[in-house]
């Protein structure tokens, strides 16, 4: 095998253990990441493991930074399609951030929602991912903002996002639903002036 070739068969096998850590942090929080039942999930030897990272604590920092991309990622992709079909950014965010399916996406949403107050524990390299994570948050929630919201809007907006979505899913789906429906109408009536659907 070439090295280029045992090059990219690296890079594909870190990118499943990304993926599979990623997906079982937002299921299963830092607690239920597990070095065995990641590499199992990704269909790798344990042994492997150590070729990729250090500790299980970089993988977990490495793991909420891909999660992080992942998620901002698909959900700028439905922002885009939102505010195509005419919405504004602000009302894309709250509709799409707020939504049944999000809520419903444990093990592909939103990580500063899915991890909460275990973001800020761990080792330094983990707070640092954690803290770029609530940056990229924050900066799109400013992103979206209408002109001339107050200062501090975004912080109060992506906090309320978080913990409303948190809340959501500690309920069944029709108080779900109901709080989710109550929260976007809240922040669109505040902020951008109009009624949610």
Do not use: N, W
Not at 118 to 128: F, K, M, T
Not at 131 to 141: C, E, I, K, M
Not at 175 to 194: E, I, K, S
């Amino acid at each position: 095998m070439s090295t280029d070739a045992k090059q990219v068969r690296r890079q594909q096998s870190h990118q499943r253990i990304l993926d599979a850590a990623a997906r079982a942090l937002c299921r299963d929080g830092f607690a239920g990441v597990g070095v065995a039942s990641v590499m199992q999930e990704a269909g790798l030897t344990h042994g492997g493991f150590y070729a990729h990272f250090d500790s299980r604590e970089a993988l977990l920092a490495a793991a909420v930074d891909h999660a992080g991309k992942r998620s901002m990622e698909a959900l700028c992709e439905r922002l885009r399609l939102r505010m195509a079909q005419g919405a504004t950014p602000f009302c894309a965010l709250v509709e799409e951030y707020l939504s049944e399916p999000h809520a419903a996406a444990l093990d592909g949403g939103c990580p500063v929602a899915a991890l909460g107050p275990d973001l800020q524990r761990g080792e330094p390299a983990l707070r640092g991912a954690s803290s770029r994570r609530v940056q990229h948050l924050l900066g799109l929630v400013e992103q979206s903002l209408p002109a001339g919201s107050a200062p501090g809007a975004a912080l109060v907006i992506a906090s309320t996002l978080v913990g409303a979505l948190q809340m959501a899913r500690l309920f069944d789906v029709t108080q779900r639903g109901a709080l989710l429906r109550d929260c976007r109408q809240a922040l669109l009536v505040q902020y951008d002036g109009v009624a949610a659907g």
